[in-house]
């Protein structure tokens, strides 16, 4: 099994930054990539940015250039660095796991608000 806890999360202004962070224990070996979602209020959840084990990034459109995915493996940290939030940002944003297995780990979330 994996554990995900997020942290990060807060308030910010249109034209801010955050980071948000991803603890990761357990299984940690046989994770074949990690991902961030978010859902919004009445919105269907999405894939927001997405790394794989290679170091190999993906990132929504919305997102490409101003969302950064990274891992420090020694701390077991997954981190996304968000820079010029707009409000539509506004979310719960979620740390995954997904295993070599398919198999599929969620955190508890963290909420990001953008507003002035």
């Known amino acids: 099994q994996v554990r995900l806890v997020e942290s990060g999360g807060g308030l910010v202004q249109p034209g801010g930054s955050l980071r948000l962070s991803c603890a990761v224990s357990?299984?940690?070996?046989?994770?074949?990539?990690m991902r961030w979602y978010r859902q919004a209020p009445g919105n269907q959840r999405e894939i927001v940015a997405t790394?794989?084990?290679?170091?190999?990034?993906d990132y929504a459109a919305s997102v490409k250039g101003r969302f950064t995915i990274s891992a420090d493996s020694a701390k077991k940290m997954v981190y996304l660095q968000m820079n010029s939030l707009k409000p539509v940002a506004t979310a719960v944003y979620y740390c995954?796991?997904?295993?070599?297995?398919?198999?599929?780990?969620w955190g508890q979330g963290t909420q990001v608000t953008v507003s002035s």
């Open positions: 995954t796991a997904v295993l070599f297995t398919d198999n599929s780990y």
């Open positions: 790394l794989a084990t290679d170091g190999g990034a």
């Open positions: 357990g299984a940690t070996s046989i994770i074949k990539f």
